[in-house]
């Protein structure tokens, strides 16, 4: 008996991101290695197998009432699961799962595909190991009552999620007179232009006098002298002004090529 199903999980954030798993069960205990041939064709495949009684689960998820190395069914008499147990218990049935992991993103494909890949496994191995442990509380089940168990689980699950619903609250605090117009989202730190009490300058308090208020400048000398003398520092002081714009703009041009 083979029994077959698939399922595509997308993302509307991430349109090049997809995860596309195929299952199929058969009564016997992993040995057909071609169950997938007609899907997969020529596309490489890397087949891993999964131990729900001996391969490592994340010690967050690890519970010693599911440990198949202990757990022994009270109802139907299944386990203890101990090394090789998938040659010596009957009944047994294996879940063979096809695992595709698109995302077609350039420099981060690989590195995403694989964390997804071993994500998935540990779902899955924790998720088939759970419905071994809990075998007591299923086994005598009808489909119907399965179906009920199912939608009451989702409902429950939806109740659960939609308890903490995404919420963005604006709280608006009114400005002072002297605060500048601004979005009603703005900060609420007042945006003043004058200075707070504490740092202004008291105005009765006396400015010190770095440097005399008037320049007094020696008188020009007659006309006559000035062929014989040097150049007085006024003319200086233009020849500096000169001299420097020309390296301004040379600097501006070169910020420009680069």
């Known amino acids: 008996m083979c029994i077959h199903h698939a ?27 071609n169950i997938f041939d007609s899907e997969l064709k020529d596309q490489e495949r890397e087949v891993c197998f999964v131990d729900i009684a001996y391969d490592d689960i994340p ?11 202990y757990f022994k069914s009270e109802k139907t008499a299944r386990g203890v699961l101990q090394e090789g147990w998938r040659d ?9 799962k096809l695992v595709t992991v698109k995302f077609e993103v350039w420099g981060l494909q690989t590195r995403v595909e694989q ?26 089940m009808t489909m119907d009552e399965v179906r009920e168990f199912e939608r009451t689980i989702q409902e429950a699950t939806n109740q659960k999620i ?29 945006m003043c232009t004058d200075a707070p ?48 714009s020309p390296s301004s703009n040379s600097d501006l041009v070169e910020m420009g090529e680069h």
């Open 7 to 33: 399922i595509e999980y997308t993302c509307s954030f991430l349109p090049k991101f997809s995860i596309h798993i195929e299952t199929k069960y058969e009564d016997n205990k992993g040995c057909n290695d």
């Open 59 to 69: 010690d967050r998820y690890y519970k010693e009432s599911e440990d198949l190395r």
């Open 88 to 96: 010596t218990q009957h009944p047994i049935m294996c879940s063979y």
């Open 115 to 140: 964390f997804v890949h071993k994500v998935i496994r540990d779902v899955l191995l924790l998720g088939h190991r759970q419905a071994f442990a809990w075998v007591d509380e299923w086994i005598d």
């Open 162 to 190: 939609g308890m903490f619903p995404p919420s963005i609250s604006i709280s608006e605090t009114p400005l002072s007179s002297c605060a500048l117009t601004g979005p009603a989202s703005a900060p609420s730190t007042p």
């Open 197 to 244: 009490d504490s740092l202004s300058v008291p105005k009765d308090r006396p400015r010190k006098k770095s440097a005399p208020e008037t320049l007094t400048l020696p008188d020009p000398p007659p006309s006559d002298a000035l062929q014989g003398s040097t150049p007085s520092p006024l003319p200086s002081s233009n020849h500096l002004q000169s001299s420097t």
